[in-house]
Structures are given as C-alpha cells and as structure tokens.
T-cell receptor
C-alpha cells in the first residue's frame, strides 16, 4: 500500500539557517506529492505540491523536487524564520484527493 | 462560510458514551474528508465523501465509527461506545472536487475519552 516516511523531529534551527526535512514515499503508479504545514493553533494548509517526476513545487521560499528515482520529496528552505516554526507533513495522493500523510516533523526556529 | 468549520472544538466524554462531531465544509466544495490525528501517529484517513455518497470508507477503524453527509454539505462523524483509544484530534477537510487535490482543513475537534 501507499506510505510516507518523514524524518522525526523536532528539528531545531537558528534563524537564517538552512532547512531540510526528508520525505520518502512508497506508492504504486505515479502519485502527486504534497507538503502541508500546521502552524500553532491553526488547521493544516497546503504549502506546495508536485504532480509528476522532476517537478519542483515552491511557495514562501520553500521548495521540494519530485524525485522518482529515489522516491523522495525533501522540503528545503535556504533561510528559515521564527515564523516558520510549525509542524510539516509530507503527503501523497491516491489518484483522487484522499491523501496519505507522514507522521509530521516539528520545526522550531529560535531567534 | 469562509473556511471549514468544525464543532465542538473540544469534547470530553466518558468511556462508553456516544459522540457526534460536526463538519461544515467550504460552500461549493463537493468533496469532504475526515482524518484523525493522534499523538505520534500523524494523520490517519477515515472516510471520504463525494457529494452525499462515501466511495471510500476504508479508514474507519471499527463499526463503532460511522459518518454521514446530507445535502452535499454538512457531515457528522459518530463514534459509538467510545473507548480511550478514540482520544485524538478529528480533522475535517474539503476540496472543490475529488481531483482538485488541494484540501482545506478545519481546526479540528479534540476528543478526550476518560
């Protein structure tokens, strides 16, 4: 079946540091891949997505590239801010919009 | 409404009682999803509605769990004879259609079973 594995947190960084959150997946066919973010006290919201191999999703300075050969979709940001502190979820779709999520990675950014 | 609305935001119940959780999706969104978020377990898919029908109920953990959607809008998730392991945050999401893939989530209902 489909599954998503992402690195365990929390990830603790200083402001302006480089961020990588690893995500790998197992799926049949060619899923779409997503990163969702949950800020403290808020609902999950879509951060970025990629629908086919080699696509790069980007938003708010975050990027992730769909790597079919390594079944990965790692999230990166060149310079994190305190306001990026949140829980980040990697996810894939089953062909319609029902998503399979990873367990989430908490990011804590200190000034 | 402006976003997905869930009620109640918090529910404390005793083991063995039934609970109903409500979700009001974004107006015009035909697809509706229920997920469960447990500590350390991430998000677990429960059920998906397209209109009033549920093509995928594969995530419901047991027959104590059921959900319905009426008028293509509001959905209710019912848990009968609650158990302590049912304690979690229950999240509802909606999307414009089932191929849209951008889900809009509510803030969830925190369920605590004592």
């Amino acid at each position: 079946g489909n599954s998503v594995t992402q690195m365990e947190g929390p990830v603790t960084l200083s402001e302006e540091a480089f961020l990588t959150i690893n995500c790998t997946y197992t799926a049949t066919g060619y899923p779409s891949l997503f990163w969702y973010v949950q800020y403290p006290g808020e609902g999950l919201q879509l951060l970025l997505k990629a629908t086919k191999a080699d696509d790069k999703g980007s938003n708010k300075g975050f990027e992730a590239t769909y790597r079919k050969e390594t079944t990965s979709f790692h999230l990166e940001k060149g310079s994190v801010q305190v306001s990026d502190s949140a829980v980040y979820f990697c996810a894939l779709s089953k062909g319609y919009s029902t998503l399979t999520f990873g367990k989430g990675t908490m990011l804590l950014v200190s000034p | 409404g402006a976003g997905v609305s869930q009620s109640p935001s918090n529910k404390v119940t005793e083991k063995g009682k039934d609970v109903e959780l409500r979700c009001d999706p974004i107006s015009g969104h035909t697809a509706l999803y229920w997920y469960r978020q447990s500590l350390g377990q991430g998000l677990e898919f429960l059920i998906y509605f397209q209109g009033n029908s549920a093509p995928d109920k594969s995530g419901l953990p047991s027959d104590r769990f059921s959900a319905e959607r009426t008028g293509g809008s509001v959905s209710t998730l019912t848990i009968q004879r609650t158990q302590q392991e049912d304690s979690a945050v229950y999240l509802c999401a909606s999307s414009l259609g089932d191929r849209d893939e951008k889900l809009f989530f509510g803030s969830g209902t925190q369920l605590s079973v004592l």
